[in-house]
């Protein structure tokens, strides 16, 4: 197959019926990785884009895309919308195989990471994720989201607004919502990934949003797992980009040459 270089954007439609939009960073490979973006970011976040792009330039093809609510797709935003992310992946993954693409890795970061590792979970059909600073316990960073009392305050209004620097309100969170973030136990999904399935997990130990010790509790129950901590990276690895673009590609690498020589 010759190679295809640049980026086309290509619109998915999700099982509501909203447009999924996406960028392909196309190498011209059958295979390829799909990348998922965090909480409030987008296809465009710094991190998506420069993974891409590495890949690319590694000869493998790549797929980023907004989820439903998000940048350009449709649908409206949801704080904690982790299953309806989990459905946006298999109808992307879904729209790439009937295209005659092999999905085989799913990257994820921050919430996207929570997403992919759910996916897993669900559904046995992909056979690399990869974890960029998930977080293991989905009650942690509440209070520093919402505020203290927040169950209360959210119980009396049955919303909580979080408003943006200017004072206007940025989006709702509701009950539902919260409840259904609090109901989502990552321990009990992550035993339910196949032995098959291999998880790397990379995490900074500058991290303030999520801290470092959820990656190592990833590390304890996730049956096939590698872990790959980066000393002085951040949330957004503002100044590891290029040492985390590193360590993701040469992973996903060696895995795809293993694939081929276990097939031969």
């Given at each position: ?19 999924l ?21 987008s296809?465009?976040?710094?991190i998506?884009?420069n ?7 590694a ?49 994820g970061?921050s ?33 520093e ?8 305050r ?35 999904q ?21 801290p ?25 690895y503002?100044d ?5 673009a ?19």
């Amino acid at each position: 197959m010759a190679a295809v270089t640049g980026e086309k954007k290509v619109i998915i439609p999700n099982k509501n019926g909203n447009k999924l939009v996406g960028i392909l960073n196309d190498s011209g490979t059958t295979e390829i990785v799909v990348l998922c973006h965090g909480s409030q970011a987008s296809k465009e976040n710094r991190i998506m884009v420069n993974l891409a792009a590495a890949l690319q330039n590694a000869g493998i093809s790549a797929f980023r895309f907004d989820f439903s609510g998000n940048g350009e797709s449709e649908g409206s935003f949801d704080f904690a919308n982790y299953l309806g992310e989990v459905e946006d992946i298999h109808s992307v993954a879904q729209h790439l195989r009937e295209a005659n693409r092999t999905v085989s890795t799913i990257i994820g970061h921050s919430k996207g990471a929570n997403a992919v590792l759910l996916y897993a979970s669900k559904y046995h059909d992909i056979k690399t994720v990869v974890n960029l600073s998930g977080r293991y316990d989905l009650k942690g960073g509440l209070e520093e989201c919402l505020g203290k009392d927040f169950m209360e305050r959210i119980s009396k209004d049955g919303f909580i607004e979080l408003k943006t620097n200017s004072g206007s309100v940025d989006y709702r969170v509701t009950e539902e919502s919260l409840k259904g973030r609090l109901n989502l136990n990552m321990h009990e999904q992550c035993q339910q990934i196949g032995k098959d399935c291999g998880v790397f997990t990379v995490h900074g130990t500058a991290d303030l949003v999520i801290p470092v010790g959820d990656a190592f509790e990833f590390a304890k129950i996730v049956p096939n797992h590698k872990l790959h901590i980066i000393e002085g990276a951040d949330h957004e690895y503002t100044d590891n980009q290029a040492e985390l673009a590193s360590v993701v590609v040469n992973f996903i690498k060696e895995t795809m040459q293993l694939d081929k020589s276990a097939a031969n």
